[in-house]
């Protein structure tokens, strides 16, 4: 028979598994995620992606700051659910929490774990070159993403798949995984495993002082650099003005050829030398402006080959 859930989630990462659980007729006595916070040209309160879908779904929403009290963890344990589904909530689970519901606490995390336990797995993953990504359902204990493994699906990272290509890639495999693993737990037949020793890494949070673009580095590390912080919070550099540098994100790249100083245009075409080789910029966004193509975006600033970009 179906599960009573309580549901645990904030971005639109989020969204997908919140949708398939609902829709595979589970029993979803609660929503948790984030409480609204000011956002916008207006700064108004802006409700979390899971909290807008929770209330189109019908279903009860709550949004503690935190469930390390005691009044938070008996309102938790009072719903009476059997296990809690938790995908990127942005709040530690304390051991009370995770001890409420008798099947446990299940998270969809956006890694092949051991591999990028932490803040960023999606974007660590892409900066780091990595040839493939996936998702982990993993049942939770009090580590920071240690817990044994119950599934996992893998898919590959393409060339030139920017952070958000393989965010919205993995939310839509991620919601379908948990309700596979999900389906298994409600038979009794879902295993598992500890996380192997081998092979952990970190996703540390992305840094500001990270994110600008450096042209010494090999073309192929700008290229992963640009795309792995691409669309948020985005690579950039600085380019020459009438008055002070420009600031640019650059959203899509791809590698090139050619030879130059790093940081050189080598062509009309916004290709820039690297420390060995050269990438081509392909979408650009400059501050306060909209995403554009390189095309469009050449028509609107005057750059040229020999140009040297800081």
Not at 101 to 109: D, I, Y
Not at 180 to 192: D, H, M, N, V
Not at 275 to 299: H, N, T, W, Y
Request: proline letters at 8%.
């Amino acid at each position: 028979m179906p599960l009573r859930l309580i549901f645990m989630g904030t971005p639109d990462f989020a969204v997908p598994t919140l949708i398939e659980l609902a829709g595979a007729g589970h029993e979803i006595a609660a929503v948790y995620t984030r409480a609204p916070k000011p956002a916008g040209r207006g700064m108004g309160l802006q409700e979390t992606p899971v909290a807008r879908e929770a209330k189109r779904l019908g279903l009860k929403v709550l949004t503690p700051k935190t469930l390390r009290t005691e009044d938070a963890q008996a309102e938790f344990a009072a719903f009476g659910a059997d296990a809690a589904v938790v995908v990127a909530y942005g709040l530690i689970l304390p051991k009370p929490i995770l001890d409420a519901v008798p099947l446990g606490c299940f998270n969809l995390h956006a890694s092949l774990l051991p591999r990028w336990r932490g803040a960023a797995p999606i974007n660590r993953a892409v900066m780091a070159g990595d040839a493939e990504s996936g998702v982990t359902v993993m049942k939770m204990d009090e580590g920071l993403d240690t817990g044994g493994m119950a599934m996992m699906e893998r898919m590959p990272i393409g060339p030139d798949m920017t952070a958000g290509d393989l965010h919205d890639r993995l939310a839509a495999i991620g919601g379908d995984l948990m309700h596979r693993a999900l389906g298994a737990l409600e038979r009794g037949s879902l295993q598992i495993v500890p996380q192997p020793d081998d092979g952990v890494t970190y996703a540390e949070k992305i840094s500001k002082a990270e994110t600008r673009i450096d042209w010494s580095r090999p073309a192929r590390d700008v290229h992963n650099h640009i795309r792995g912080l691409s669309p948020f919070p985005g690579a950039w550099f600085e380019m020459p003005g009438e008055k002070r540098p420009v600031r640019v994100k650059v959203l899509r790249s791809t590698l090139a050829s050619g030879e130059g100083a790093p940081g050189i245009l080598l062509d009309d075409n916004l290709t820039v030398a690297c420390g060995d080789d050269a990438i081509r910029l392909l979408e650009l966004q400059r501050a306060g402006g909209k995403p554009m193509k390189a095309d469009e975006f050449l028509r609107g600033i005057s750059v040229r080959r020999g140009t040297q970009l800081p």
